[in-house]
Structures are given as structure tokens and as C-alpha cells.
């Protein structure tokens, strides 16, 4: 029995131990450095919103909305340390609606679809949905979502309006 008792005693002074030591990191463990939450929301909404042009039920795209609505809480995953500003995230979201409006004219390739340059080096037989749905970064407007620093987010000459 005394060895039954000194064990008790051991794991509830570890476990007091142990709880001690998470109750004095939980404010540090419990912050967040997430940046442009909103901004991601905006991106997010819109591509859900686009996706329509893809097939999306408005069921899916609640969904969708909804699932961004808590990832973006993470932030902008992007290679850049600010949050985006207005005129960047509207020129995004122009991107992602233009790119919408190319999937929903029936074009087979975003090459050449006005208003969804890609970046230098992109591949211009992606379909419209690829980039909508999977490949977003990959718009010259959105590059600033990548968390990979793109080198040149440059305009590819068959994506030139």
C-alpha cells in the first residue's frame, strides 16, 4: 500500500507540475501574429462566390465560404510581412472575377482571358477553374497570396489585356 500512495503522490505532483508550466505559457501559446484576416476573407468569398462559373451550387459555395471563413483566421499567407492594402485585395478580387467571367464564356484556357494576367512563367493552358478553384496565386494580381516570394510577378505576353 505505501508504494500504491507514493505513486499516487508522484503522478499528482507531475500532473501539478505539468499543469503549472501550460497555465504560465498559455498567454504566449495563446496569441496570434495572424495578418490581413480580412483581406484573406475578401480573396476567399470571392473565389467561393466565383466558382459558380465552375459549377458550384449555392450550397457549395456557402460552404466554401463558410470552411475560409475560420482557415482565414490564419491570416495571408503571403511572402510579404504587411497586411495588403484596399487597392491591392480589389485588383485581386477584379482578377478572380474576370477569371469567373472567362470560365463562364466556356474558354478551355485562361490564356488570353481580359483582366486574368498570370505571372511570368505560369502555364496559359490552365483552365479557367484550375486557377479559380486551385491556383489562384498564379494571377498577377494575386501573387502577394503566395507564401513563396514569387520573383517576378510580371504579366506573361499571352495574358496581356
Known amino acids: 500500500m505505501p508504494r500504491l500512495r507514493s505513486l499516487v503522490g508522484l503522478l499528482l505532483s507531475t500532473s501539478l507540475a505539468a499543469g503549472a508550466l501550460l497555465t504560465a505559457l498559455a498567454p504566449a501559446s495563446c496569441g496570434t501574429d495572424a495578418v490581413g484576416v480580412e483581406a484573406c476573407r475578401t ?53 478572380i472575377n474576370a477569371t469567373a467571367a472567362c470560365a463562364k464564356a466556356g474558354a478551355a484556357k485562361i490564356d488570353g482571358c481580359a483582366g486574368a494576367a498570370l ?40 495574358a496581356k489585356d
Open 43 to 95: 480573396i476567399e468569398t470571392a473565389r467561393c462566390e466565383a466558382a459558380t462559373a465552375c459549377g458550384f451550387t449555392a450550397e457549395k459555395v456557402e460552404s466554401c465560404t463558410l470552411f475560409y471563413r475560420d482557415q482565414c483566421l490564419h491570416g495571408v499567407e503571403s511572402a510579404d510581412a504587411g497586411v495588403p492594402a484596399t487597392e491591392v485585395i480589389d485588383a485581386c478580387v477584379a482578377a
Open 119 to 158: 505571372i511570368t512563367g505560369a502555364e496559359p493552358t490552365l483552365a479557367p477553374c484550375v486557377v479559380l478553384q486551385e491556383k489562384v496565386e498564379l494571377l498577377a494580381a494575386c501573387a502577394f497570396v503566395s507564401a513563396v516570394p514569387v520573383e517576378d510577378a510580371g504579366v506573361t505576353d499571352a
